[in-house]
């Protein structure tokens, strides 16, 4: 019967959307991490770096890096049929933090991209999502250059705490990338149930 064909088509659900930030050091990764996944053509701000700059952007171990993102980095993944990502790539230098308070709203967690030739660049992006209890994964970008280190040893150089997941990727790679995402999802999820279950109890 003609209503009986209509009557078992699929439901129409619109997919759930979720803000993950991109934050670390100038010049790890971020434009690279979001332009790999993106379905969509990636919104950039990014300028050439200019001589009035210099005294203020530290190119040590990036020597070769001829722009920098201003604002932000904006693309959008679908990980699911009922799961969908908008990535924010966070400008890295110091005098674009200001930026970050009107990023982070709204963001369920963060990746914190890490270099291991300039791994202290990362700390102020883990400073800052600790302060504001935001979940967040650390990523170290394998750049092909840079020292191989075990995890355990970068872990213990950051000085995370345990539940923080931290993981290796090649930015320039989709499905590394994918993984790092998946796991901020659902570490993020993890530590909302945990926050549930401890309310209710």
Not at 49 to 54: F, I, M, N, P
Not at 95 to 107: K, M, V, Y
Not at 109 to 114: E, F, K, M, N, S
Not at 136 to 146: L, S
């Amino acid at each position: 019967m003609a209503f009986g064909r209509s009557s078992r088509r699929k439901r129409h659900v619109d997919p759930v959307t979720l803000k993950i930030l991109v934050a670390g050091g100038f010049g790890v990764g971020k434009t690279t991490l979001v332009g790999a996944v993106s379905e969509i053509r990636p919104l950039r701000t990014e300028e050439r770096l200019s001589e009035a700059g210099r005294p203020v952007d530290d190119l040590a171990g990036v020597e070769g890096k001829s722009t920098t993102t201003v604002a932000m980095d904006f693309g959008r993944i679908t990980l699911r049929e009922d799961l969908v990502l908008y990535l924010f790539g966070t400008p890295g230098q110091d005098r674009f933090w200001f930026l970050w308070d009107e990023l982070a709203q709204g963001a369920l967690g963060a990746v914190v991209l890490a270099d291991t030739r300039r791994l202290e660049d990362c700390f102020a992006g883990i400073d800052y999502f600790e302060r504001r209890g935001i979940p967040f994964t650390v990523a170290v970008n394998c750049f092909d250059e840079a020292a191989r280190y075990p995890a355990d040893t970068v872990r213990a150089a950051l000085d995370l705490d345990p539940e923080v997941p931290l993981l290796m990727c090649d930015a320039r790679v989709r499905e590394s990338v994918k993984e790092i995402l998946v796991g901020v999802v659902e570490h993020a999820m993890a530590l909302s149930a945990k926050s549930r279950q401890h309310a209710a109890t």
